[in-house]
Structure formats: C-alpha cells, structure tokens
C-alpha cells in the first residue's frame, strides 16, 4: 500500500514564525503535491512538483514555498505565517503517466490542521 | 469560476437505495476523473477514476463520463451508513513533467438513513 505520511496532525503557530510542513512518500512516487482545504472553498493545489529540486505554481501559492531536495520528501514551508493561512493542509503523491492516457490517481497523507493565532 | 462543480448537498437518501452523485466541468482538456471519499477529518480517498466516456462499475460503485455533456458521475448502490461522507469530483490535466493535475469540485455530503 502507498504510504504518505506528514510531520504533524496538528499545529499551532504564532502570526509571522516561520513554519515547515513535512511529507514523506514511500512508493518511489515522482509527482508530490501540497493542497490546503477550507470549508466551502474545496481542495486548493498549492505547489506541485514532477521531480527531484523541481517545483511549479499550483492555483494560490502567495506566502508559500516549497523544497524536495529528495524524492521521497516534500517540504512546505510559510515564510511568515498569517491567520489566514489557518487551514487543513494536504500532501499527495502519484506515479507518473502509466501509458498514453492512462493516469494515476493521486494518494493523500492525513492533513495537517494547522492554526495560526 | 470554478471548473468543477458539485452540489453541495446534503444528500441523503435512505439505508439500501441507489446514491446518484454528479458533477460538471468546464475545462474540455480534463482527460481523466475521480472520486474521492472523505470522511470527517479525515483525508480524501479514492473510489473510482475513468477515463473514457460511458460506465465503470467496480463493487457498489459504478461512475459514468460523459465528455460530451461535460458530465460525471458516481452511483451507489445498496447504501450503507458507512457510505456518508462527502464526495470529491476531480478532474485531472496532463502535468509537463508527467502525471496530473487535478482541479477538485467542493464535494457533496451524502447521508445513509437508517
């Protein structure tokens, strides 16, 4: 079974420290992703990347940034967290392409609930 | 504007009946989708992922595309209250580097009377 794991299932933080999500994939995944999720707003892809020290722009990725100096681990991090970025964060991973037009389904780890005071 | 849409619900619908989820997306280049359940507090899991127009039925669970309509959905069928949850739609794009993108709808909350 994939296994994606995160550092934290809960996490408070004070407005402006600087905060660091971790997560760890053990399938030899190449595509690792970071989502945050609010009521009524859905899953928000933050950041993406397709391979080691590579990364590209998800759909809201203002005061965030992002490491994967390994394959296996993926690294979010707020620069200085704001209230607003309270929210429940989501990493997931998938394999690349399979064959021409078969795609892999992404596997999410269990969040991490972060609180910003 | 949103490329995924799904009624919010609640659905709710009794203990034994068929659970019919949809969804609509507007970005004609999504080539594959899924479904994603998600309990409270939980993270998402997946159900289903098609990729060509028509059914794919895997246990109680049988989702339907319709590219042309722009259209997906999930049927449930037997229901159980181990079925209520909220449903993701998602829509994947081809990534430069390989794999997808997926663009998730809000979910609908479905509940299993007993």
């Known amino acids: 079974d994939v296994k994606v794991t995160q550092s934290s299932r809960y996490l408070v933080k004070r407005t402006g420290e600087k905060v660091f999500l971790e997560c760890v994939q053990d399938m030899d995944h190449e595509n690792m992703f970071w989502y945050r999720q609010d009521p009524g707003l859905g899953l928000r892809l933050i950041y993406f990347s397709y391979d080691v020290k590579m990364k590209e722009k998800g759909d809201i990725p203002e005061g965030y940034s992002v490491s994967r100096e390994k394959k296996e681990r993926f690294s979010l991090i707020l620069e200085s967290a704001s209230t607003n970025q309270t929210s429940m964060y989501l990493c997931?991973?998938?394999?690349?392409?399979?064959?021409?037009?078969?795609?892999?389904?992404?596997?999410f780890g269990p969040g991490t609930r972060l609180t910003v005071l | 504007q949103k490329e995924v849409e799904q009624n919010s619900g609640p659905l709710s619908v009794p203990e034994g009946a068929i659970a019919s989820l949809n969804c609509t997306y507007s970005d004609r280049g999504s080539q594959s989708f899924f479904w994603y359940r998600q309990y409270s507090g939980k993270s998402p899991e997946l159900i289903m992922s098609?990729?060509?127009?028509g059914d794919k039925e895997d246990g109680r669970f049988t989702a339907q595309l319709n590219k042309a309509s722009q259209y997906v959905s999930l049927l449930i069928r037997d229901s159980q209250p181990s079925d209520s949850a909220t449903y993701l739609c998602a829509g994947g794009m081809i990534l430069t580097g390989g794999g997808n993108k997926l663009t998730f709808g809000t979910g609908t909350q479905l509940k299993v009377e007993l």
């Open positions: 098609i990729y060509s127009n």
């Open positions: 997931a991973s998938s394999l690349r392409e399979l064959a021409q037009g078969v795609y892999n389904e992404q596997f």
